[in-house]
Every structure is written in C-alpha cells, then in structure tokens.
C-alpha cells in the first residue's frame, strides 16, 4: 500500500514537474520573442535617427550654399558680411548632424570631438594660420542643448579669428572644455589684440552668445588676461543627462 501511494506521488511530481517545465520553456520563448522584438524596434529607430541625420544635415549644407551664393551677388559690404555670418552659424548646426550620423549616435554629441572639428573648419574657412591648442574632456551632451552650444562655440572661436591677430606674429588660439564641482566650463582663449568693450555695442554675436547661454541657464563672461578671454559656465548635470 506504501509502494502503491509512494507510486502515486512520485507520478503525481513528474507529471507537475513535466507541465512546470512545459510553461517554463514557453514563458521563456515568449520573453525571446519579446526581447527580439525589442531589439528590433531599437535597430530601426536608431536606423530613421541616423537617416534624420543624414537629411537634416544635406538641408542645413544646402542652406549653406544657398547662403554662400548669395554672398558671391553685388551686395552692400555689411549684407555680405552678415550673409556669411549666417552661413557659418549653419555650417556649425550642421556639424553636429554630420557627427550623429558618422558616429552612429542617436542623440548625443561627444563635445570634444565636435569642438576640435568646428575649430579646424573655422580655421581652414578664415584662412587663418595660427597655433590651436586643446585641453577638453571627453564629455557628451543632448543634441538638443549642443545645438545651442555649438552656436555659442562657433561665435567665440569665429570672433576671434576675425579680429583678435591684426599685426600679431605668432598668433594662437587655446580652447578648453572641463567638469569642475558639478560645473561644464568652456574657455577661449587668444593672444590678440584684446576685445574693446566699445566695439560690442549693437553686436548680434555677443547678443546671441549671451541669449543662448541665458537660454541653457548659465553664465558668460569676460576674463581680464592679456588677449581676449571668454568663459562659458553651465551646470554639468543638467547639461549631459
């Protein structure tokens, strides 16, 4: 009677064993069947971002061009002037598209990279020879805020090829990005002729420069130092999240 019920029982556990493991293995095929579908949705958003990219980055260089021609037209020397200006700001917009798109990245610009570009494309663009030197974290940033970065950045590094080296021999250039306590700090720096206070009345770079940083809750702020120094302020945290 004892073999008989231990009989019994010992069935009874295979066969809850047996139908355990039936609902086990399909529970585990259904969350394959999940995870593949995850993963899949994921390859094909990261596919449309980087063609977004691709296709805001081939309409900001066709603004660009578009810019660039009509500079080339017979046209007041400030229409021209500020006709280029334009199309710099956009060349910098654009750069941060190019940037996702060969990085593969979907919505974060690696700083550093993206400063040291800007700044061989401004230099080559200026036709401005001069010594640039980097001392820049790697840091990544939102693509929503490094747009605006990047306008900032591109204000700083333009104004200074544009006016800081009338007469100066050897002309150089010092550009630097660091997290300190909490704090993304961005210094540019020149040995030119210095930046009269006076010469910024009515200027649309400085306003943009200061609107954009007043935009990203930071500050901006000229240091006393031979040449020009400017020093942009934001709060790490809030910035690269």
Partial sequence: MVLVLGTILLIGLMVLIYYGNRKLKKSNIILIDQKVAIARREKEKALLLKELNHRVKNNLQLVSSL????????????????????RSRVEALSLVHAMLYRQGADTKVDLSVYIKELALNLCHYHKVKLKLSFNMDSISMNIDKAVSLSLIVNELISNALKYAYPDISNPRLTIALKEIDQQLIIDVIDNGIGFKDHNSKGSFGLYLIKSLTKQLGGSFEKVASPGTHWKVILRYRKFVN
């Fill in 67 to 86: 810019l660039s021609l009509q500079g080339r037209q017979p046209a007041h020397k400030k229409v021209k002037e500020a006709l280029m200006k334009s």
